[in-house]
T-cell receptor, first 115, second 114 residues
Framework: AQSVTQLGSHVSVSEGALVLLRCNYS??????LFWYVQYPNQGLQLLLK??????LVKGINGFEAEFKKSETSFHLTKPSAHMSDAAEYFC?????????????FGTGTKLQVIP | DVKVTQSSRYLVKRTGEKVFLECVQD?????MFWYRQDPGLGLRLIYF???????EKGDIPEGYSVSREKKERFSLILESASTNQTSMYLC?????????????FGPGTRLLVL
């Protein structure tokens, strides 16, 4: 069984401030972890993913996330928020169910950037 | 770039109607998925397909069926629409089976059932 918990359904930051979106996971196998972003009226697109290797993963638009096994976390950060970062962010974990790949998504965090 | 297109952005239907949602991907991906997205619930998997004419139930298949007659096309069918199926429907595809595969999403269809 696998699950994802995103802490905070809404997060507000000032433009230029640090962005921190929290994600904790549960997985019975070594996890493969993803962050997707959904801009208004669009589908989801991949920000970054962790499969194996380096635990600090860099993605698009200046975002990065660190896999911490001991804390079962995969928090998303960006040093300086931009107005264009306003969107909904989904953390996801990939496992196997019934012999097939299965991706479980979190409930999402809406990021508001205040000018 | 991978392109996943969905036949409608917005759809309004009446209770009891049969509804077809179409999804097409242009990158020869093996896998295709249908999700519904509801506020506070995130994305929930309805059905998925790993090959032509093959389908597997996801977490919430009740009230839905699917069809995959061609590799690039995956259809979601609501046999008799109900108001609790009002939602945003997202189609996605990925290249092949594998836990690290990225999913590519369409823009979504917002369905309102009256």
């Amino acid at each position: 069984a696998q699950s994802v918990t995103q802490l905070g359904s809404h997060v507000s930051v000032s433009e230029g401030a640090l962005v921190l979106l929290r994600c904790n996971y549960s997985s019975s196998v070594p996890p493969y972890l993803f962050w997707y972003v959904q801009y208004p009226n669009q589908g989801l697109q991949l920000l970054l993913k962790y499969t194996t290797g380096a635990t600090l993963v860099k993605g698009i638009n200046g975002f990065e996330a660190e896999f911490k096994k001991s804390e079962t976390s995969f928090h998303l950060t960006k040093p300086s928020a931009h107005m264009s970062d306003a969107a909904e962010y989904f953390c996801a974990v990939s496992g196997v169910s019934g012999g097939y790949q299965k991706v479980t998504f979190g409930t999402g965090t809406k990021l508001q950037v205040i000018p | 770039d991978v392109k996943v297109t969905q036949s409608s952005r917005y759809l309004v239907k009446r209770t009891g109607e049969k509804v077809f949602l179409e999804c097409v991907q242009d990158m020869d991906h093996e896998n295709m998925f249908w999700y519904r997205q509801d506020p506070g619930l995130g994305l929930r998997l309805i059905y998925f397909s790993y090959d032509v004419k093959m389908k597997e139930k996801g977490d919430i298949p009740e009230g839905y069926s699917v069809s995959r007659e061609k590799k690039e096309r995956f259809s979601l069918i609501l046999e008799s629409a109900s108001t609790n199926q009002t939602s945003m429907y997202l189609c996605a595809s990925s290249f092949r089976q594998g836990r690290g595969e990225t999913q590519y999403f369409g823009p979504g269809t917002r369905l309102l059932v009256l």
